[in-house]
């Protein structure tokens, strides 16, 4: 491991040196693995996320590891113009974003039955309208830098017709025809906008909410890769998509689930 607690030999993107991140949930999970691996690239990063305390952690480690220390905001996403005034808050502070990864999302299971409507637009209110809101905030900075790359966080959950959390997988359905369609309209500006569609990810949510016995008989029966789906697979491919490496890639939707899909 190097000081900044990148593995060795894995790739090092110059590119993302001195860029301007945001990243929305980035405290714990695969969003904490996000704002980490661009921190050790030594990117500027800044995220927000509703868990404090984990959020002022993962700062002051990465500060102790070297990284410049990333700026956290505490901000629910649900409250749209609550984000976007954070947003340019911290564009004001740090100069507009090169990069922003719209990463967070809840996928509280639930039957057909008990959805309410109130149910559901709490869902569409974590898990889709951030999406484009965020990047209704930072699209204007990005045209004045002359681009920027906008990355989506989707999910294999409705490419394998799970059920258990129809919400949960419309929602990320959706993030698919948003990432098509603001990769048109802002391709003119030099702005990348692509997916990236995680499998099962063993956060620490997934395994102390959902992975059991059977659980791990079904990565194993499902997988090409019989190796475990971790955050800092996810953050590895998110880095690529921000680098000047995928400087042709667009429009595009990026599957990281080990052979699942």
């Known amino acids: ?5 990148r593995k060795e030999g894995l790739a090092r993107y ?12 980035g405290g714990s999970g695969i969003g904490e693995a996000i704002v980490g691996a661009f921190a050790e690239q030594g990117a500027k990063v800044a995220f927000v996320d509703i868990a404090v305390d984990a959020s002022l952690a993962l700062c002051e480690r990465l ?27 911290l564009a ?3 100069g507009d974003f090169d990069v922003l990864v719209n990463n967070a999302g809840n996928d509280q299971r639930h039957s057909p039955e008990d959805v309410t409507p ?8 974590i898990n ?10 930072v699209v204007d900075g990005m045209k004045r830098q002359g681009g920027g790359a906008i990355i989506n966080l989707g999910s294999i959950s409705w490419h394998l017709g799970n059920g258990g959390y129809s ?38 949510r997934q395994v102390n909410l959902w992975l059991d016995e059977e659980g791990e008989k079904l990565i194993d029966r499902s997988q090409c890769l019989k190796h475990r789906l971790m955050p800092d697979h996810i953050a ?5 998509l921000a680098s000047d490496d995928a400087a042709m890639c667009t429009a595009q939707e990026f599957i990281v689930d080990g052979g699942w899909a």
């Open 63 to 89: 500060a102790l590891e070297g990284a410049e220390k990333p700026v956290f905001r505490q901000c629910d996403i649900r409250d749209i113009p609550a984000l976007q005034d954070t947003i340019r808050t």
């Open 118 to 125: 109130e149910f559901w637009n709490n869902c569409i209110a």
């Open 92 to 94: 004001e502070n740090m």
């Open 14 to 25: 110059y590119s993302l040196s001195g860029k301007r991140v945001f990243v929305t949930g």
């Open 167 to 204: 919400v949960y997988t419309t929602t990320k359905a959706a993030v698919s025809g948003l990432t098509r369609g603001l990769a048109r309209d802002l391709g003119p500006f030099n702005i990348r906008v692509n997916t990236v569609t995680p499998g099962w990810v063993m956060t620490e």
């Open 1 to 5: 491991m190097s000081a900044l607690g």
């Open 236 to 240: 590895r491919m998110v880095l690529f």
């Open 128 to 137: 889709q309208r951030p999406m484009f809101f965020t990047a209704q905030a």
